[in-house]
């Protein structure tokens, strides 16, 4: 079967989910030529004040073919909660290699899709230990955005979306 030379990702009869499968497909066919089976994944990361002061709580939900993590409440800087780690600064929330499916090998991208905090933030993915590290940055300032104080307000929450390939 031939690459495809055009994906649509628009029309008013087609769901998002089929938009990414077409891309998977175009996908497919590109990492064809390394044999390593790779895949495409996107997950959304929900980010929100956790119960105890200072801490986070962390879910992820596969949005096509990702992964879905259980909500995990009270994640403190230094903190691990198995699935999530949060570093001592409290700006790079770790997605540990056990709560993804395969080990990941690419970052592609991570959207802030909606942010519910007072801060005008970026994020940076990476991949780290076969795991995916989200780095958060305050724009206005330039320097790097604690979590904890970041979500530490009514309502105050971040919607990530995360693009990544694993290796199964």
């Not at 056990?98 to 991949?127: C, E, M, W």
């Amino acid at each position: 079967m031939a690459l495809p030379t055009k994906v649509t990702l628009t029309g008013a009869s087609e769901s998002l989910y089929a938009g990414f499968t077409k891309v998977n497909t175009a996908i497919d066919y590109i990492m064809a030529g390394d044999g390593t089976s790779r895949a495409f994944r996107v997950t959304s990361v929900k980010i929100e004040n956790g119960t105890v002061a200072t801490s986070i709580k962390v879910t992820g939900s596969s949005i096509y073919n990702g992964n879905t993590i259980a909500a995990e409440d009270n994640l403190t800087k230094g903190g691990d909660t198995g699935n999530f780690n949060l570093n001592g600064a409290g700006n790079a929330l770790h997605i540990e290699s056990g709560a993804i499916t395969g080990n990941a090998t690419h970052a592609l991208a991570a959207i802030i899709y909606l942010n519910k905090t007072d801060r005008f933030l970026a994020v940076q993915p990476s991949v780290v230990s076969n795991g995916i590290t989200l780095t958060f940055t305050n724009l206005a300032s330039g320097s790097s955005e604690d979590l904890t104080a970041a979500v530490d307000n009514s309502g105050g929450e971040l919607y990530i979306t995360v693009i990544y390939l694993t290796d199964a």
